[in-house]
């Protein structure tokens, strides 16, 4: 009796320190079993994402939107996808962005929404989400080509990290942001179908398609033919005869691309090729060209890092001599990580490395042209931010494995996520308007000249006169911003206009002809010149009034000669003046140059009754 009395005593012994351990094998398992479950983990990736942005879908047109979309709402009306695709030939280029399916996106919305911004928010959402979960799938074969073990689990938290990394805020929640969202979401198809096509060849044409609707969406995808040979180094399959097929695929539509581009649009290697001829004219700007490029791949690499500090207009790369060498460290220490990772024969790392590098070289062509608006932009992280999610995703999980602590590693994942959507949900708020936005632009950016142009236009259009006059001073006499004369005259029409609208004409039209002395080719400052002595020799029946406007309106028409609103203006004064026969001629001239609404039936009337 005592010796079984004993058995049951041992027993509880030795199975009470078990009991702790299968907790946690039961919370491994169920992580497990989630990231497992792939239709699950797409399913929830795609309403995670779009959740997290769902307060972008009450903000209004910001910056470019309202000329992209706003301004160009009559341009949708005549959509032909043959005359985008295919554009006329154009000796003078001016127009940089050949962007045909961010166009079309735009004009799918519109047909549906009309101009208002919700549609539009709603299907950057859309995308975004689509984005997330096309990278997801894509890492899940990468890692498979890779020979990776637990792959799920890094799949599933590195797509968390892309759904939610802060720097996406100015892609999905800006509408014009959508270029970004549209390349990542076909280059990411792309890749996936690239890798598919090892299995079987005819996903290559699959692959093909997107590649090239990424290239139409936005410039970056160039990388992609670069990013796959450097997949297939890491591989070992870029040996294989079928590669000679895949890259010729890819070189015909990159140079496709550029002869369709360069038919009507600038091309961004000839405007860079004429910039660094320029500097290699002048020997020490080379090393200029140089250093902006080093500043600029710190920038983007810290701001994947740490995507805590937001800026949305960027007007000048970070300099000085203890960035430079921060830069050229950080560059040095991950390619000695990247030879290290493929010397021990873990070539993820490595590959991550290799995609973010090779997918900032863009950006930093736009740095050293200054081919857009900033030389830096958030935006442009959206792809680059793949490879970074991914590299994170995968150490984290790598390091649990060899500590055996799982659970600790993805307690370490979720708080970067929260992290992450702390500051995501927050910086959606400064895109809710244009006030906003400008508002906070002219904080971060205090010495561009822009931010406060902008932010005065946005206070102005708010009723908000007085402050968005002394926002525009600060423009102008600010002896820290090197803004052109051109910019200037801006500025000061812009004055002009405001005290026009608080109904004081003798200051507006002080600021009028500061602006053309700021700048004597500004046509808008002549034509509201015109304007305030249309309406004194309306008031004063002064013929000599009508004449200073006719000679201002001209002159306005001299400079810009489509402008539909001088044409009118013009019209009425030569009413004034008895001249029905020329009345009519710019009242008709008015209308083809696009009047609306009660303008376009006074010029009607115009037309009827003289």
Not at 53 to 72: E, Y
Not at 192 to 206: A, G, N, P
Not at 307 to 319: D, K, L, Q, R
Request: aromatic residues 14%; positive net charge.
């Amino acid at each position: 009796m005592g010796k079984k009395s004993k058995k049951p005593k041992e027993t509880r012994k030795q199975s009470a320190p078990t009991e702790e351990p299968a907790r946690h094998s039961a919370t491994g398992e169920r992580i497990k079993d989630l990231v497992n479950h792939k239709a699950l983990v797409v399913v929830l990736l795609f309403v995670i994402s779009f959740a997290v942005f769902v307060p972008s879908l009450k903000n209004n047109f910001v910056w470019d939107d309202r000329v992209a979309i706003q301004k160009n709402y009559h341009a949708f009306r005549n959509f032909n996808i043959k005359s985008l695709l295919i554009p006329k030939e154009k000796e003078n280029k001016s127009i940089g962005y050949y962007r045909p399916v961010v166009f079309s996106s735009m004009f799918v919305d519109t047909t549906i929404w009309g101009p208002s911004p919700f549609g539009f928010h709603l299907s950057n959402l859309i995308f975004h989400s689509v984005s997330t979960v096309l990278f997801y799938l894509l890492v899940f074969l990468l890692l498979g080509e890779f020979k990776v073990e637990r792959k799920e689990g890094i799949a599933f938290l590195s797509s968390l990290f892309f759904a939610f990394h802060p720097m996406h805020v100015e892609s999905v929640a800006w509408i014009a942001g959508r270029t970004d969202v549209l390349c990542g979401l076909f280059f990411f198809l792309a890749f996936i179908f690239y890798i598919l096509s090892y299995r079987k060849l005819w996903f290559l044409s699959l692959s093909a398609i997107s590649v090239f609707l990424a290239l139409l969406s936005k410039e970056v995808a160039i990388a992609f033919p670069i990013a796959a040979f450097g997949f297939d180094i890491a591989t070992g399959r870029y040996k294989s005869r079928a590669n000679v097929l895949k890259y010729a695929i890819c070189g015909t539509l990159v140079f496709a691309y550029l002869y369709l581009r360069g038919r009507a649009f600038i091309i961004i290697p000839e405007l860079t090729g004429e910039r660094i001829q320029q500097a290699a004219s002048q020997g020490p700007q080379i090393w200029g060209v140089l250093k902006v490029v080093l500043n600029s791949y710190l920038f983007y690499i810290k701001e994947l890092v740490f995507p805590f500090s937001f800026n949305a207009f960027i007007g000048t790369v970070p300099g000085g001599g203890s960035y430079l060498v921060s830069s050229v460290l950080v560059i040095l220490l991950l390619c000695v990580i990247s030879l290290v990772s493929i010397k021990k024969k873990e070539v993820v790392t490595a590959f991550c490395i290799f995609w973010i590098l090779i997918t900032i070289v863009p950006s930093c062509i736009i740095a050293i042209s200054r081919f857009a608006a900033t030389p830096l932009a958030e935006r442009y992280l959206y792809i680059p931010s793949a490879g970074y999610c991914l590299l994170v995703g995968y150490l984290l999980l790598q390091l649990g494995n060899r500590i055996k602590a799982q659970k600790i590693s993805w307690l370490m994942g979720f708080l970067i996520i929260i992290a992450y959507l702390f500051f995501t949900i927050e910086r959606q708020g400064v895109w809710k308007d244009n006030l906003s936005f400008w508002e906070d632009a002219s904080k971060r950016s205090p010495h561009q000249f822009i931010t406060h142009l902008n932010y005065g236009v946005a206070l102005k259009e708010a009723g908000r006169k007085d402050e968005a006059i002394r926002e525009f001073q600060t423009a102008i006499e600010n002896d820290t911003i090197r803004s052109s004369k051109r910019g200037k005259a801006k500025t000061a029409n812009s004055i002009g206009i405001t005290y026009l609208e608080k109904g004081d004409p003798g200051n507006a039209e002080n600021w009028f002809r500061k602006a053309i002395d700021f700048d004597p080719k500004n046509a808008k400052a002549y034509y509201h010149l015109g304007a305030i002595y249309y309406i004194k020799g309306e008031h004063e029946k002064s013929i000599a009034s009508y004449k200073i406007a006719e000679e201002n309106l001209k002159r306005a028409l001299t400079l810009s000669r489509h402008s539909g609103k001088a044409h009118f203006v013009l019209a009425k004064v030569y009413i004034g003046l008895g001249e029905r026969q020329k009345a009519k001629e710019h009242a008709k001239e008015a209308i083809q140059n696009g009047l609306e609404g009660q303008l376009y039936q006074e010029a009607e009337n115009i037309l009827k009754n003289n």
